[in-house]
């Protein structure tokens, strides 16, 4: 089946430091790969995305590059700030019928000053 | 682009009541929409697809005749929760799939919306 493993947070950061965060997935067929991230109180938004492989995916600093041979999408950024404190969602789609997303748990990240 | 919109962003209500949810595509026609329910500190649980001007496809343990959904234009889905319980208690968020040259892999989501029932 299709799935989406994420590391297990929280994920707790002094500002400027660098983050990973794991993804790995598991699809028949050929998926694209997203990065959402959900602020306080708010729904979900994309971050990036790619739809094949070797594609980075890229945004606010933020970049994934997708990785067939590791069937792995890790979210990485180089100097965190605490505004970027969320809980970010790895998922994945299979193309054809609905393009239902699939999440992973999700990894909470908190950075502090 | 790709805004969606929810309505109303946080609702109260009693026990047995059924209460609307609106899920709109502001700037771009969505013949999918999706129904999410998230639980505290979890993941997002999908409940439904919503297709315009056809049934919902409901996922397996989602109670069609409890979670009612209706796709009546490529802007806008509703879900309804019918006669509430404290249990139905989450954060509703919706999601839409553009058409045509947007990207049709990618779904943009609303703000959600937070139902708590008495």
């Known amino acids: 089946g299709n799935s989406v493993t994420q590391m297990e947070g929280p994920v707790t950061l002094s500002e400027e430091a660098f983050l990973t965060i794991n993804c790995t997935y598991t699809a028949t067929g050929y998926p694209s790969l997203f990065w959402y991230v959900q602020y306080p109180g708010e729904g979900l938004q994309l971050l990036l995305k790619?739809?094949?492989?070797?594609d980075k995916g890229s945004n606010k600093g933020f970049e994934a590059t997708y990785r067939k041979e590791t069937t792995s999408f890790h979210l990485e950024k180089g100097s965190v700030q605490v505004s970027d404190s969320a809980v970010y969602f790895c998922?994945?789609?299979?193309?054809?019928?609905?393009?239902?997303?699939?999440f992973g748990a999700g990894t909470r990240l908190a950075v502090h000053p | 682009g790709a805004v969606v919109s929810q309505h109303p962003s946080r609702v109260i209500c009693k026990s047995g009541t059924s209460v609307k949810i609106e899920c709109r595509s502001l700037d771009f026609q969505a013949t999918t929409m999706f129904w999410y329910r998230q639980f505290p500190k979890k993941s997002l649980m999908l409940m439904a697809t919503s297709n315009e001007g056809s049934k919902a496809t409901y996922e397996q343990g989602v109670e069609k005749d409890k979670f009612l959904i209706n796709h009546a234009s490529l802007t806008l889905s509703t879900l309804t929760v019918t006669s509430a319980h404290p249990e139905d208690s989450s954060f509703y968020i919706c999601?839409?799939?553009?058409?045509?040259?947007?990207?049709?892999?990618?779904?943009?989501f609303g703000p959600g919306t937070r139902l708590t029932v008495l």
């Open positions: 999601s839409a799939r553009a058409t045509g040259g947007m990207g049709t892999d990618t779904q943009y």
């Open positions: 790619a739809t094949k492989a070797d």
């Open positions: 998922a994945l789609t299979i193309s054809g019928g609905y393009n239902k997303l699939i």
